[in-house]
Structures are given as structure tokens and as C-alpha cells.
């Protein structure tokens, strides 16, 4: 079973960079048919996709974001990570982690992780 | 505004059966997988049904889903307490090149 973590950030000042890390346990990044990637819920709102990547670098992004937006992936220490550019409130979230085996959906979430945007 | 559509709310009384309403197009439903997740108040979301009307092990079969032209549907049947949460339909948009998400659905237990 897999096993996501994402770091805590927490705070980000407008106009900076928000960067987030998913440590992955309980089976390789490296997995063919997986993708990794990040969602978003802004408070009392719905979900978001913010992106995803293949251990491959192959990277999906959400054409919303896609100008602000970078996914990477970490094989040898098992990570994958979210960067976040020039922030504004409305990027305020808990921020998602999750993996998806090809064709079978997100089966794999963090817990979340609340960033809040603010100077 | 979201590129797929569902009902903000619905609601039932314990042992009904409900049904919750996804609609897209061609670009998305009408083409790809439908997925369907549930998220309980303060928790991170989990995967209800993939590949249009398929259970992960574990999701009982009290929840059921299907799919017709651009439009989907997640059916939730002897309903009980503990299935109050939220409810998003998901799925590949090719026009896009993304995934996206209904607005959600909350589903209340009467």
C-alpha cells in the first residue's frame, strides 16, 4: 500500500514561489504505470488538478496553471515535487499529493497540506 | 465555472437510493473514463469508482456508476449515515489535455 507525504510550506508570500514535496513510501517512484501529481481544494471549495508526471518526465499540466507551474520527480530518493510561481491569494489551498495507476485512477493520496498565501 | 456539471446538493433518507448527476462532452465524457470520488468532511478525497462503473476493491457495491453519451451517473443505494460527504466526478478532457473535476456534489443524510 502505497504511502504520500507532503511537506508543509505553510505560509508564502504573494508574489513568491510556493514549493511543495510528496515523499513516497511503500513502493518506487519509478513504477511504469504510475503517474504522480498534485490536486488543490481552495477552502470550502472543489478539487483541482494542478498537474502530474511519469517517472519518465513526462509532465500534464493544468492549462489554468500551466504558465506558473512545475512538476519534478526525485527517483533515487523517492520524492516528487511542486513548484508554484509568482502566488496571489487565490492560491491559497490544501495542497493534494496523490498517485494514479494508468487507467485506474487517484488510488494514492496525502493527507493534504493547508499553504496559505499571505504577506 | 466547472467543465463538468453536477447538482451543488442532494439529499436522502437512510436506506433510499440516490442518484448523482455528472455532465460533460465530447471532448471528455464522451470519449473517456469517468471517475468518481468521495471526500468525508476534513479528509482527503478516495477513489469511489474508475474506469467508468468499476469498484476498487474495498468500495462496497452499494455504490455503483455508469455512463451514457456525455453524461455520467454515481449511484448510491441503501444509503446510510456514514455515506454524508462530498462527491466529485473526474475525467481526461482532450481538448484540454487535462483532468478535471465537477463542482462537487454534498450529500446529506436525512
Known amino acids: 500500500q502505497l504511502q504520500l507525504q507532503e511537506s508543509n510550506p505553510g505560509l508564502v508570500k504573494p508574489s513568491e514561489t510556493l514549493s511543495l514535496t510528496c515523499t513516497v513510501s511503500g513502493g518506487s517512484i519509478s513504477s511504469s504505470s504510475y503517474y504522480w501529481g498534485w490536486i488543490r481544494q481552495p477552502p470550502g471549495k472543489g478539487l483541482e488538478w494542478i498537474g502530474s508526471i511519469h517517472y519518465s518526465g513526462r509532465t500534464y499540466y493544468n492549462p489554468s496553471l500551466k504558465s506558473r507551474v512545475t512538476i519534478s520527480v526525485d527517483t533515487s530518493n523517492n520524492k516528487f515535487s511542486l513548484k508554484l510561481r509568482s502566488v496571489t491569494a487565490a492560491d491559497t489551498a490544501v495542497y493534494y499529493c496523490m498517485g494514479a495507476a494508468a487507467g485506474t485512477g487517484v488510488d494514492s493520496w496525502g493527507q493534504g497540506t493547508l499553504v496559505a498565501v499571505s504577506s | 465555472q466547472s467543465v463538468l456539471t453536477q447538482p451543488p446538493s442532494a439529499s436522502g433518507t437512510p436506506g433510499q437510493r440516490v442518484t448523482i448527476s455528472c455532465s460533460g462532452s465530447?471532448?471528455?465524457?464522451?470519449?473517456?473514463?469517468v471517475y468518481w470520488y468521495q471526500q468525508l468532511p476534513g479528509t482527503a478525497p478516495k477513489l469511489l469508482i474508475y474506469r467508468s462503473n468499476q469498484r476498487p476493491s474495498g468500495v462496497p457495491d452499494r455504490f455503483s456508476g455508469s455512463k451514457s453519451g456525455t453524461s455520467a451517473s454515481l449511484a448510491i443505494s441503501g444509503l446510510r449515515s456514514e455515506d454524508e460527504a462530498d462527491y466529485y466526478c473526474s475525467v481526461w478532457d482532450d481538448s484540454l489535455s487535462g483532468q478535471v473535476f465537477g463542482g462537487g456534489t454534498r450529500l446529506t443524510v436525512l
Open positions: 465530447s471532448s471528455n465524457i464522451g470519449r473517456n473514463y
